[in-house]
């Protein structure tokens, strides 16, 4: 049945389910950072995520905001490495994006994902083109702009795809910000690892709201 809108509990949940996939997809993770960086992204990730299992895990919030910024704050304070600053910076920042709101339609996916990308991108100041995560969030984030009237079921498997596609084509980027930057033209035909992050946190949000 497809879902109009989350409930806090659903997105609590719909979290504890990212941070099961992230973990299984460690290897995944430590295989990109290591073709174009210094291959701890798996296992920054692995922690992140661990943590926030323990942040979330049977916990009630007042609100969807809290949720996400319970995730961010969980990767920001035990990950390090660049992308614990930049994940935390995105679920916290598109998390508060969200008020009060008590529920997760589409709305509040557009809201969350462009609230979540302008502060990593002035942040971290990578741009779309820039073989970074960007290069699959901002893409989720206009796709999100599209589907705000749908229901949240169909917005996130828009926004998956979205981001899917925005990893795919960082493969075929030169990265010019973070590690990978030192390989400047040797870094084309590999994804960006952060992006690969990016894009099974969403498929496995999206697979989760299919219910
Ligand atoms: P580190 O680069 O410190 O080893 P990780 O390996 O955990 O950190 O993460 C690397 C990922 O971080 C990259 O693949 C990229 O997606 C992301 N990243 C690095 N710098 C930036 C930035 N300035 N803006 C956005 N994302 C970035
Ligand atoms: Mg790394």
């Known amino acids: 049945m497809s879902k109009d809108t ?3 509990n659903e997105v609590r949940d719909m979290m504890l389910s990212v941070a099961d996939k992230i973990i299984e997809s460690e ?4 295989d990109a950072d290591r073709a174009l960086g210094d291959g701890d992204h ?4 692995e922690r992140g995520m661990t943590a926030v299992k323990e942040a979330l895990a049977e916990k009630e919030f007042p609100t ?4 996400f910024q319970g995730v961010g704050t969980a990767m920001m304070s035990t990950m390090g490495g660049a992308s614990g600053a930049i994940f935390g910076t995105f679920f916290r920042s598109g998390g508060k994006s969200l008020g009060d709101a008590d529920t997760f339609g589409g709305e509040q996916v557009a809201s969350f994902f462009q609230e979540g990308v302008d502060a990593v991108m002035s942040r971290g100041g990578a741009k779309p083109g ?5 290069d699959a969030l901002a893409p989720a ?3 999100a702009k599209e589907v705000t009237g749908s ?3 169909e917005a996130l498997a828009s926004v998956a795809a979205a981001a899917e596609a925005g990893k795919e084509a960082s493969k075929d980027m030169i990265a010019t910000m973070g590690r990978a930057k030192t390989l400047g033209e040797k870094s084309i035909g590999k994804p960006d690892a952060g992006a690969v992050s990016v894009a099974i946190i969403v498929a496995t949000m999206s697979d989760y709201a299919q219910g």
């Open 27 to 30: 290897p995944i993770l430590t």
């Open 6 to 8: 989350l409930t806090i």
């Open 42 to 45: 798996g296992v920054g990730m």
């Open 64 to 67: 969807v905001a809290k949720v």
């Open 151 to 153: 229901p949240v079921s």
């Open 141 to 143: 984030a206009e796709k």
């Open 130 to 134: 820039d073989k970074t995560m960007v």
